[in-house]
């Protein structure tokens, strides 16, 4: 079946330490984003690709990294610049057209903790 | 920047009760409009979606939204609800050439039995 694998499903980190999250789809999908939800903000877009090797920052940026290595692969990286990294990680990805009509797909998630 | 509202986060209601959420935004344009269902313990799925054409789009498990251009408004409805639609339902909206997609606050329905 195709999706979206996310992992790990929980993770926990100490403070100043860099942590990745995977995404993995097999969707064949151009375009890859990363969310973070908290609880009553929705969601809110970390960083997005369009097509392998190209990566544009989202509304909260700050404190995170990206590389979009492959196309099936999208992982993300939270540093130890991220002030407040403790949440609720989703990667999604879609068909990537212009009209922006195709609907995300999204992971199971992966919940970040600092010990 | 676009912005998308979502009001009354909680909402509590039983089963056979009609539900409404509300759903606005901001960007004046045109747009593709989506709302997205979280089940607890599942992921985030589609419910819906408008591109263009009937304003009154159909999705899964019996809802329906309206777009109503001048109100910037895609509230989302449900004539009966049941106690398995008790989940959290988000607004999402992509401006036309922008594959970005903004969500709304969300809003977390649980239906009594």
Redesign the interface.
């Known amino acids: 079946d195709g999706g979206i694998t996310q992992s790990p499903k929980y993770l926990f980190r100490k403070e100043g330490q860099n942590v990745t999250l995977s995404c993995e789809q097999n969707l064949n999908h151009d ?1 890859m ?1 990363w ?1 973070r939800q908290d609880p ?6 970390i960083y ?1 690709s ?1 097509i392998v090797n190209d990566f544009q920052k ?2 909260i940026a700050e404190g995170y990294s990206v590389s979009r290595e492959k196309k099936e692969s999208f992982p993300l990286t939270v540093t130890s610049a991220q002030k407040n990294p403790t949440a609720f990680y ?1 990667c ?1 990805s ?1 068909i ?9 797909h ?4 992966t919940r970040l903790s600092i010990l | 920047a676009q912005s998308v509202s979502q009001h009354n986060h909680h909402v509590i209601l039983s089963e056979a009760a009609s539900l409404e959420l509300g759903c606005n935004y901001s960007y004046g344009g045109t747009v593709n409009l989506f709302w997205y269902v979280q089940y607890p313990g599942q992921h985030l799925q589609l419910l819906l979606k408008y591109f263009s054409g009937d304003p009154l789009v159909k999705g899964i498990k019996g809802f329906e939204a309206e777009f109503i251009k001048s109100k910037f408004s895609f509230n989302l409805r449900k004539p009966s609800v049941q106690w398995s639609d008790t989940a959290e339902y988000f607004c999402a909206v992509n401006p036309y050439g922008n594959n970005r997609l903004a969500f709304g606050k969300g809003n977390q329905v649980v239906v009594i039995p």
């Open positions: 375009a984003y969310y009553g903000q929705g969601l809110r877009l997005y369009q989202g509304d989703l999604a879609s990537s057209r212009a009209a922006g009509d195709q609907p995300q999204f992971g199971d998630g």
